[in-house]
């Protein structure tokens, strides 16, 4: 298993980088052309633990689908992909640090190196593209 991660801090609170982190078809604005639904709700809120959420690109690329596998309000959200990622045992956790009414976001890519090295820098490629785009989001 290898993970790689990437760090930034944006000048907004933490409860609202939460609520754009987990407001699945919110995700929608993060990329053009992305479609995101909600395919099962989780618990105990709606895009919660146990919610799947299924995101879908423009071109031929498969749907990605996704499963939410750690909901601490605030703090840490993380995600398993259940089809759709060309990697094994791909998963992401976000972690987000309040640091004087601003927050640290920590985004982690986690998966199985079949070809350590490719896949490594593709991990630290998809952590950085991910969080630029929460980022940006967390802006608005």
Same mark, same amino acid.
């Given at each position: 298993?290898?993970?790689?991660?990437?760090?930034?801090?944006?000048?907004?609170?933490?409860?609202?980088?939460?609520?754009?982190?987990?407001?699945?078809?919110?995700?929608?604005?993060?990329?053009?052309?992305l479609?995101?639904? $909600?395919?099962?709700?989780?618990?105990?809120?709606?895009?919660?633990?146990?919610?799947?959420? @299924?995101?879908?690109?423009?071109?031929?690329?498969?749907?990605?689908?996704?499963?939410?596998?750690?909901?601490?309000?605030?703090?840490?959200?993380?995600?398993?992909?259940?089809?759709?990622v060309?990697? &094994?045992?791909?998963?992401?956790?976000?972690?987000?640090?309040?640091?004087d009414?601003?927050?640290?976001?920590?985004?982690?890519?986690? $998966?199985?190196?079949?070809?350590?090295?490719?896949? @490594?820098?593709?991990?630290? $490629?998809?952590?950085?593209?991910? $969080?630029?785009?929460?980022?940006?989001?967390? &802006?608005?």
């Amino acid at each position: 298993m290898a993970t790689t991660t990437a760090s930034a801090t944006v000048n907004r609170p933490s409860d609202h980088v939460w609520s754009v982190l987990v407001d699945h078809e919110g995700m929608s604005s993060w990329g053009p052309g992305l479609s995101v639904s $909600l395919q099962t709700e989780g618990t105990p809120e709606r895009n919660g633990l146990g919610a799947v959420r @299924k995101i879908s690109a423009p071109g031929p690329m498969p749907a990605i689908v996704e499963e939410v596998v750690a909901f601490e309000p605030n703090q840490t959200f993380g995600y398993r992909a259940l089809a759709g990622v060309p990697f &094994k045992n791909y998963g992401g956790t976000v972690t987000l640090t309040p640091q004087d009414g601003a927050t640290r976001i920590d985004y982690s890519i986690t $998966l199985d190196e079949r070809v350590p090295v490719v896949e @490594k820098a593709a991990a630290a $490629l998809v952590a950085r593209v991910l $969080l630029t785009a929460l980022v940006r989001a967390s &802006k608005r």
